[in-house]
T-cell receptor
Framework: GAVVSQHPSWVICKSGTSVKIECRSL??????MFWYRQFPKQSLMLMAT?????????EQGVEKDKFLINHASLTLSTLTVTSAHPEDSSFYIC??????????FGPGTRLTVL | QQQVKQSPQSLIVQKGGISIINCAYE??????FPWYQQFPGKGPALLIA?????SEKKEGRFTISFNKSAKQFSLHIMDSQPGDSATYFC????????????FGKGTLLTVNP
């Protein structure tokens, strides 16, 4: 498998502020990471694909200026939710690929925007 | 357009019974089919996965059955235990889509003691 960590595990912020979520690969170098959002009792929705050293690729309908992704190293990708609003409250989960197609997920970050 | 259809939405099984969750896909380019288990408040954990060159894969109490012609695959949990109570997601991906996973909507499994 692969060991993936996320920080923080949960965060509460005020509307209008920005929040940064970190995703780390602890046991190997990951050239590709994915960011997902999951609302309660729903499936995972892919937000973007993060490639080390290049711009992220966003899925249709995901605002790239609102959800900033930086994959500056082979072990770290960050997701910044800018000017967060209550509707951005969700469970954000990152994943990384090992062996081309096998994805391993992080523990997730619960974001609550007041 | 939902490309992976999962059923049932919820499932209740008695301890020791067999849990069966089914998925159907539309995109014939899919070539990797994993199952994930997710507990509340946690990230999904890879349970078992299959590729279309085999019709069945077994790991412990978990078995994937794959029917390429019908474009269907299923997860069987033998001797279900209360600790198996979780949400299960099937998914599919292809190399042509940069291995992005398309998920089913999930099945909430409850195993009664």
């Amino acid at each position: 498998g692969a060991v993936v960590s996320q920080h923080p595990s949960w965060v509460i912020c005020k509307s209008g502020t920005s929040v940064k979520i970190e995703c780390r690969s602890l046991d190997f170098q990951a050239t590709t990471m994915f960011w997902y959002r999951q609302f309660p009792k729903q499936s995972l929705m892919l937000m973007a694909t993060s490639n080390e050293g290049s711009k992220a690729t966003y899925e249709q309908g995901v605002e790239k200026d609102k959800f900033l992704i930086n994959h500056a190293s082979l072990t770290l990708s960050t997701l910044t939710v800018t000017s967060a609003h209550p509707e951005d409250s969700s469970f954000y989960i990152c994943s990384l690929t090992r062996g081309a197609d096998t994805q391993y997920f992080g523990p997730g970050t619960r974001l609550t925007v007041l | 357009q939902q490309q992976v259809k999962q059923s049932p939405q919820s499932l209740i099984v008695q301890k020791g019974g067999i849990s069966i969750i089914n998925c159907a896909y539309e995109n014939t380019a899919f070539d990797y089919f994993p199952w994930y288990q997710q507990f509340p408040g946690k990230g999904p954990a890879l349970l078992i996965a299959i590729r279309p060159d085999v019709s069945e894969k077994k790991e412990g109490r978990f078995t994937i059955s794959f029917n390429k012609s019908a474009k269907q695959f299923s997860l069987h949990i033998m001797d279900s235990q209360p600790g198996d109570s979780a949400t299960y997601f099937c998914a599919a991906s292809s190399g042509g889509s940069n291995y992005k996973l398309t998920f089913g909507k999930g099945t909430l499994l409850t195993v009664n003691p």
